[in-house]
């Protein structure tokens, strides 16, 4: 583990990947399986059904959207009612509730933190604004090709 104390004072950048809502919202990972047992994701199987010119492919993608994308587009973090969901935006809250006490601990000019993601869904500002609603922290999220997390005092 490292120490808050090592890094408090280090320009810090997080990279969050697409797993990191596992729980919360389903992943590409299909139950449809290969010849050899392993299971497809949704990309490699798009890419099998374009290259084969395989009619599904269209379908396929609608699947996406209905069950990927759709969902993550209409969360709510107040709605989640399963145990597991909501340990996955628990486990968010902790983690901004941490990058924000660091930077408290920062000069006004350096407190900064970039948080990249790779994921479609938008947890990280679902619970930042959340925080921000509960007026237990000052800050400002900046959403664009990246998140950076700037704390005001």
């Known amino acids: 583990m ?12 997080f990279l969050f990947g697409s797993g990191a809502s596992f729980g919360l919202l389903p992943t590409l990972r299909l139950g449809l399986r290969k010849d050899d047992g392993q299971r497809w ?4 199987l798009a890419t099998h059904f ?23 587009q209409l969360l709510d973090v107040g709605s989640v ?13 902790i983690f901004l509730q941490t990058v924000l ?11 900064r933190c970039n948080l990249f993601t790779t994921n479609y869904d938008g947890c990280i500002p679902l619970v930042a ?17 990246s998140l950076e997390v ?3 005092s």
């Open 101 to 111: 006490s660091m930077l408290q601990r920062r000069p006004a000019l350096v407190r």
């Open 41 to 44: 994701t949704l990309e490699e």
């Open 2 to 13: 490292i120490a808050l104390g090592d890094i408090y004072d280090k320009d810090i950048n």
């Open 129 to 145: 604004d959340d925080l921000l609603r509960r007026g237990s922290y000052d800050f400002v999220l900046n959403e664009i090709a």
């Open 81 to 93: 009612a399963d145990d597991i969901g909501k340990n996955v935006l628990e486990n968010y809250r």
């Open 50 to 72: 374009e290259n084969t010119n395989d009619g599904r492919y269209i379908p396929l993608f609608m699947h996406y959207y209905t069950s990927c994308i759709q969902p993550a």
């Open 150 to 152: 700037v704390y005001e």
